[in-house]
C-alpha cells in the first residue's frame, strides 16, 4: 500500500472460530507486523460458509462502513482468477490478492 494509502487503510480480519478451538495452535491469529491499522473481530461461531463473514460484518456495521470496502479471502481464492467464467462472459482475473488490491485501489 502507497505512504499515501496508509495513513487511511485499515485492515479488518475476520477471525471465524469457536470457542473450543481457540487454544489449537493451527487457530491462531498471528497478525504480521504492519504500518496499517488492524482490527481483528472474532465471530463468535463457525457458521455459514464465506460469504457469511462479510454479510455479518456489514450487517453489524453499516452505519461505520468506509466509502471504498473490499473483502477478501486472506489466501489466494480460485474466483480471484476467474477461470471458471466461460470466456465469453469472462471478466478480468487476477493472479494474486495484491494484484486485485492495486487494480481496485486507486
Known sequence: VSPELSSVTTIILLHKIDESDLSEPECSLNIP???LEV???RLPTNIGRDSH??????????ENL???TVFMQAGYH?????GWVPS?????GFKSNAEVLNYFVP
Do not use: C, D, K, M
Open 33 to 35: 507486523e504492519t504500518n
Open 39 to 41: 482490527i481483528r473481530v
Open 53 to 62: 463473514s462479510p454479510i455479518a460484518y456489514i450487517s453489524n456495521h453499516y
Open 66 to 68: 468506509a466509502s471504498f
Open 78 to 82: 480460485w474466483t480471484v482468477g476467474n
Open 88 to 92: 465469453e462472459f469472462a471478466a478480468r
